[in-house]
């Protein structure tokens, strides 16, 4: 039973905080709508005019905890989110080395895109080059409350808030014209490319630069020679051609030993006919590709080729000889009559 003491003091602060509305008053954190009180961030006053007010829910509230429940979710692959209607996506040709994109949210909690290597770009128009993600990127999209929020509902309509990002890409299509501004994609998950697919994750995680990536693609997806991958040349300031080639003889190599890396046969493709060619022009540069076929048994250099039948030499110009070859597709054997060969590198 509740004494008659304690009724009275409830019903006296009753009164107290009853007095404080009718007086215009609000608790702490609160804020006074023509004599009521709200929340400010989880509700709105709008004034009717007359001294009448109505308290409504502020619907970035929502997004709010949305935001809190989603801040720590992992990133999805672009492809996913387009297809799913999460996001949208507006792409550009920004030349041969990368890609620009816009992509804004539609849905009212924050977004984490993902962009792997792989993801593939073919172009709209036809007499352009498809493009390739090299480089994996990752993207936050980052929802607002109140009025920069971008999803459409019928008391606000969706915004313009996009978030730009330029992706590393390389073209699938030597021949064909270099991308421009006024070039749009579409964006696929991958180029179902067998060869490419084993390749793409390598060149990540090799960290390579652009001219022994873009080298090392063409290789795959246009069987190019020596003389084809002359096709990329370097510019001069005002944008004319100077003519000079960006992939040479030690771009090519690099690309032969990625693509090598990759678990693909590269005595398959039409650049192993230039690989003397390749080999002549990498003399003396200590990162020349000695680690695999393209030379076998020779390193271009101080230390001079090996006699024949014998392997090496090895970093002390020693070398050796051992009771069998190898066996096909691998590597070797090492001074210590070892063989090896590289596996495809996980993308996960």
């Given amino acids: 039973m509740i004494s008659e003491g304690t009724k009275l003091i409830v019903y006296f602060v009753l009164f107290l905080f009853c007095a404080g509305l009718a007086e215009g008053k609000c608790q ?12 400010p961030g989880l509700e709105d006053c709008i004034k009717l005019g007359g ?23 992992e990133a999805e692959n672009i492809y996913d989110l387009i297809n799913e209607g999460k996001i949208e996506v507006k792409t550009e ?15 009212d909690f924050n977004i984490k895109v993902s962009i792997p290597p792989g993801t593939f770009f073919p172009a ?9 993600s090299t480089r994996a990127v990752t993207v936050e999209l980052e929802v607002k409350p109140g009025l920069e929020v971008t999803v ?41 490319q067998e ?19 873009q080298a090392a693609i063409w ?47 590269i005595q398959s493709k039409a650049i192993w006919a230039d690989r003397d060619r390749i080999r002549e022009g990498n003399k003396g540069k200590p990162t020349v590709y000695d680690e695999g076929t393209l030379h076998p048994g020779e390193i271009p250099g101080p230390c001079g080729p090996c006699p024949e039948g014998s ?17 096909e597709g691998w590597q070797g054997p090492n001074e210590k009559c070892e063989c090896w060969r590289w596996e495809p590198v996980n993308s996960n």
Wanted: glycine share 8%; proline share 6%.
């Fill in 51 to 73: 001294g009448v007010c109505k308290i409504v829910k502020n619907p970035a509230s929502d997004i709010q905890l949305s935001n809190t429940q989603n801040k720590n979710a």
């Fill in 311 to 327: 392997n090496g030499p090895d970093e002390n110009c020693s070398c050796w000889t051992c009771e069998s070859k190898c066996p």
């Fill in 93 to 107: 040709g920004a030349g041969i080395s990368k890609l620009s994109l816009k992509i804004k949210p539609k849905v």
């Fill in 124 to 132: 709209k128009r036809g007499s352009s080059q498809n493009m390739v």
């Fill in 152 to 192: 459409e509902r019928e008391d606000q309509p969706a915004g313009e808030h996009w978030t730009e990002v330029n992706v590393p890409v390389a073209c699938t299509n030597m021949h064909k014209a270099i991308p421009g501004s006024s070039d749009t994609f579409e964006i696929e998950r991958s180029p179902n």
């Fill in 219 to 265: 290789i795959i997806t246009d069987d190019a020679t020596y003389d084809d991958l002359g096709t990329l040349v370097s510019k001069l300031p005002d944008g004319s051609k100077d003519g000079a080639r960006l992939i040479n003889e030690y771009e090519a190599s690099e690309a032969m030993k990625l693509i090598e890396m990759a678990g693909i046969d």
């Fill in 28 to 39: 702490d954190g609160m804020l006074d709508c023509c004599g009521n009180c709200y929340h």
């Fill in 195 to 213: 060869e490419l697919d084993k390749l793409l994750p390598v060149l990540d995680a090799e960290n390579s630069a652009y001219p022994v990536m």
